[in-house]
Structure formats: structure tokens, C-alpha cells
T-cell receptor, first 117, second 112 residues
């Protein structure tokens, strides 16, 4: 089965610029997550979608970060404007089963490494 | 706020050694504890633990959970260079909508 796809794999931007990341989850996975992983730290959840609805965005810096999952499949995460401290790997993950079940087996994509200069 | 602390933060061993990685946690309404292996980029799932005292095994890797003392260990026997990676521990609380809270990870290096 195909895994979680993300693009781009790398992105370098200057501070105050905008950037967008794309994620395509595993087919049939209703739940999609965006994580931020700063170097030397574990991933931190930014936002969780169930189909096209937001389940948890309590740790998303909403003044600059936004995410959407139109049609309940692909998702985009945007940062506008970027700050130096946004430099990190942005991981997308998806999981099954449907509904607000356990975090059993979240499958992660390869991530996008963002460098803000 | 849920919290996960892993130790050691880094570990260097020789091939064939046995290692034990530790994970302690604080979580509201515990649901599960998960271990992931992270090489280069994407974490890959190893184990999910929900009950105390039941060991999960997969080849040379095994893990056990102690819900009374709020910790878990991950054991790797007869280590190989391919085991070199960051090992992440994460917990899920019932009130968090399946949100995972990760620890900082243990960087394991296995030298030949």
C-alpha cells in the first residue's frame, strides 16, 4: 500500500515570507495529523483532522499557521508570515479506524524540512 | 498538560550489546503508550501498550508498561548497526482526541 506523501521535501525561505506544505494520506485513512518537529525534540501535534473537520488545533499558532483538509483527503498547512523559530521538520501522519478511536498506528510521511533564514 | 520524559537522551553501544530505553509519563486519562523508531525522517511504529505487565515482542525488540509507576521500557537485544536511530515514546490520553504527546527521544548509536 502507498504511504503518506508529502511535498516539498525541503524548503528554504526568508523570514516574513509565506510557505505551504501538502500532504496526501493513506487511502481510506479518515484521520490526518500535522506535527512540527524541531531539531532535538519529539514531534508536537499542530492540528488533527477527522475527515474534513478539525478535531484538535489547540497547539496551532493561529496567528500565522493555518491548515485545511478540503474533501476529507489531501491537506495543506500554511505559514504566513514565517519566523526563524519555525525552522523544523513538518510531519504529516494518517491513521485508521474511523471515529475518535485510539492513536493506533499513525503512519508518518517523510516530512518537509523547512529552513527560515 | 501531558508530559513524557525519556532517558537516556543518547546512548552509544557496540554491536551485540543489550540496551534498555526508558520512558516515564504523566497523562490525563491514559489510553495508550506508543514506541516509534525514527531514522532520518519519518517515525515508524514499533509497539502500542495499553495494559500493565504484558510484554510486547517483535524480534529482538520488546517493551513493557507499568501503569502504576507510569513508565515503560524498550529493550533491544543483540543490537545491530541498523538499530541506530532515535527511539520516540509517546502517550495518548482519552481526553485528547487521540493526540500523541512525544518525548524528546533517545538517540541510539550502535557501533560495529
Amino acid at each position: 500500500e502507498a504511504g503518506v506523501a508529502q511535498s516539498p521535501r525541503y524548503k528554504i525561505i526568508e523570514k516574513r515570507q509565506s510557505v505551504a506544505f501538502w500532504c496526501n494520506p493513506i487511502s481510506g485513512h479518515a484521520t490526518l495529523y500535522w506535527y512540527q518537529q524541531i531539531l532535538g525534540q519529539g514531534p508536537k501535534l499542530l492540528i488533527q483532522f477527522q475527515n474534513n473537520g478539525v478535531v484538535d488545533d489547540s497547539q496551532l499558532p493561529k496567528d500565522r499557521f493555518s491548515a485545511e483538509r478540503l474533501k476529507g483527503v489531501d491537506s495543506t498547512l500554511k505559514i504566513q508570515p514565517a519566523k526563524l523559530e519555525d525552522s523544523a521538520v513538518y510531519l504529516c501522519a494518517s491513521s485508521f479506524p474511523l471515529g475518535l478511536g485510539s492513536a493506533y498506528e499513525q503512519y508518518f510521511g517523510p516530512g518537509t524540512r523547512l529552513t527560515v533564514t | 498538560e501531558d508530559k513524557v520524559v525519556q532517558s537516556p537522551l543518547s546512548l552509544v553501544v557496540h554491536e551485540g550489546d543489550t540496551v534498555t530505553l526508558n520512558c516515564s509519563y504523566e497523562v490525563t486519562n491514559f489510553r495508550s503508550l506508543l514506541w516509534y523508531k525514527q531514522e532520518k525522517k519519518a517515525p515508524t511504529f514499533l509497539f502500542m501498550l495499553t495494559s500493565s505487565g504484558i510484554e510486547k515482542k517483535s524480534g529482538r525488540l520488546s517493551s513493557i508498561l507499568d501503569k502504576k509507576e507510569l513508565f515503560s521500557i524498550l529493550n533491544i537485544t543483540a543490537t545491530q548497526t541498523g538499530d541506530s536511530a532515535i527511539y520516540l515514546c509517546a502517550v495518548e490520553g482519552r481526553t485528547s482526541g487521540s493526540r500523541l504527546t512525544f518525548g524528546e527521544g533517545t538517540q541510539l548509536t550502535v557501533n560495529p
